[in-house]
């Protein structure tokens, strides 16, 4: 597949397109927010009535994007945005082509340009390095908190966690701390957006693994505190039951009050994943159930209870258990809700729901179907992510195969829901290239890895989401040479609801708002003839 081109930027170098390069100059965008009284790309005009969506170009945020000759596969993001500087991004991502390793992305100018920061390896950790999936999470102060993992042995496993800090929004990092040891996946990190210093880490704690599986049941999702920033940390505690024997995939989220959320999946008796007994080979999924569950503390931790969010969730593929996709949790701190949402085959194919609780996680909906598509449609909607603007609109990013009857082309979609979750609106195309989801590690087996999740930052006017895109890669077959090139894309969609003000100075307002909302979603200095152009849907 052919490589985007990026719109040009006077007075700078191009904007790094998926194939492209490096984009600079970023005037304009600072005055365009200025006159929006916003200081970052990612806050807009919110006018009453319908809304609007402009879709800026897919630029690339890893800079191997530019180069063919390095098939490095970038998956996983986690993006987050400073409280403080609120045009510093920071994209944390795992790499799992030609070596399991781990980047860190920054942006100071809201998402138009990306520089790279080293991640410091830890000493004493086994060579060749390999840091891995890396999580990140900003303090109220503007203080960047970094996790990965370390891996050893020809299998490798997890060796030990650390976090590493930054002052400076990620240009630098300070050498990384210890702070879990052996044998612990699928860390996640998150900080508490009130108290300063106060940090949370939820992982999966095996006891013993094989070839792609865990040989023992009964490894449970432990979550530890530490109130001093990540030197020191809390005796972990269990929030899975004891009588949860398959438990993967825990996602950590604050709420309103220092409320503490954690979903994840239990899997029953789903032995084909668990244990790996499919050998890391594609085919139909486990035909039995999981459970979607969602965890929640009032006191920092100390104690927990559950609820089955989904009783019945149908498995829509097979996984390595390493590497499961994470359910987002997301909360409206502001009305009290809570979100998690993860894909079912429930109607026989994948599709995307939403589940809503108004009571604090205690009960939630049933669930909402996301996509648009036509039920039955036996293309797939999976890898859903949310955010939750100031103004309580909840926006939901989410792989998208609709466009390929053979269910095997990518594109990456948004919706939004206006009245807290039970309905949504139409779907918004953010990429502007369909993408081959066979392209990643374990393509040869036929069970391609596109990564654990997506990345989604939403405010009142606008979203940011990046993905995973293997547009510029190649099938990866033995003859091949192992071919797995993923990058990072992003996009914005601006948001904007017509003005119902009808004089000419108000309507010029209305109109020079517009404007700059389209120069900032282009995250550019100016269109060129040749450029690309943003994409309006209602």
């Known amino acids: ?285 486990y035909n039995g159930t999981w459970q979607l569950v969602v965890a929640r503390s009032l006191d920092g931790g100390r104690t927990w209870r559950d609820t089955v969010v989904d009783p019945a969730l149908v498995p829509t593929t097979r996984f390595v258990v390493y590497l499961p996709e994470l359910p987002s949790l997301a909360v409206d701190r502001a009305r009290r809700r809570v979100y998690v949402a993860y894909q079912s085959a429930r109607q026989g194919d994948s599709d995307v729901y939403v589940w809503t609780s108004t009571d604090g996680g205690i009960r939630f909906s049933r669930g909402t179907r996301v996509n648009d598509t036509p039920r039955h449609d036996r293309t797939s909607q999976y890898l859903p992510q949310l955010a939750v603007a100031p103004d309580g609109r909840l926006d939901v990013v989410y792989d998208d195969r609709r466009g390929d009857p053979a269910d095997v082309l990518d594109n990456v979609s948004l919706q939004s829901s206006v009245d807290g979750g039970r309905s949504f609106g139409s779907r918004i195309r953010l990429s502007d290239h369909a993408f081959d989801s066979r392209i990643g590690f374990g393509s040869e087996t036929g069970l391609a890895d596109l990564g654990s999740r997506l990345a989604l930052v939403s405010t009142d006017g606008a979203a940011l989401a990046v993905w995973p895109d293997t547009r510029a890669g190649g099938v990866t077959t033995p003859a091949s040479g192992g071919f797995e090139k993923q990058d990072l894309a992003r996009a914005v969609v601006a948001f904007r609801r017509p003005s119902p003000l009808r004089t000419p100075l108000r309507a010029a307002g209305a109109a020079l708002l517009g404007l700059v909302g389209l120069l900032l979603v282009a995250g550019s200095r100016g269109w060129r003839s040749t450029g690309g152009r943003g994409r309006r849907q209602r």
Request: hydrophobic content about 40%; some cysteine.
């Open 1 to 285: 597949m052919a490589p985007v081109t990026a719109p040009a930027v006077a007075g700078g170098e191009q904007a790094p397109a998926l194939g492209g390069r490096r984009r600079r100059g970023v005037a304009l965008l600072a005055a365009g927010a200025a006159i929006l009284g916003t200081g970052t790309l990612l806050l807009g005009a919110s006018m009453p009535g319908a809304r609007t969506a402009t879709v800026g170009p897919n630029l690339a945020i890893d800079a191997e994007a530019a180069d063919n000759r390095r098939p490095t596969a970038n998956n996983s993001p986690s993006l987050v945005r400073n409280p403080v500087r609120p045009a510093n991004l920071v994209v944390a991502n795992r790499i799992d082509n030609p070596l399991f390793s781990c980047a860190l992305h920054v942006s100071s100018d809201a998402g138009a340009s990306w520089a790279e920061t080293a991640i410091p390896f830890p000493d004493g950790e086994e060579s060749p390095p390999r840091c891995f999936a890396p999580d990140v999470a900003f303090g109220p102060d503007g203080r960047l908190f970094v996790a990965f993992s370390t891996l050893i042995g020809a299998g490798n496993s997890p060796h030990a966690a650390w976090i590493a800090t930054s002052a400076d929004g990620g240009r630098t990092l300070s050498v990384p701390t210890k702070v879990l040891g052996p044998l612990a996946f699928q860390v996640r990190l998150t900080a508490d957006p009130v108290r300063r210093d106060r940090l949370y880490l939820a992982w999966l704690q095996a006891s013993g693994v094989g070839t792609l599986s865990f040989t023992e049941e009964g490894n449970p999702v432990d979550v530890s505190r530490s109130d001093d920033g990540g030197r020191t940390w809390s005796p972990p505690r269990s929030i899975s039951a004891a009588g949860r024997r398959m438990v993967v995939a825990p996602s950590p989220v604050l709420g309103a009050g220092g409320s503490l959320y954690c979903a994840y999946l239990d899997l029953g008796d789903d032995r084909l994943d668990y244990e790996g007994a499919h050998e890391g080979r594609g085919g139909e999924p």
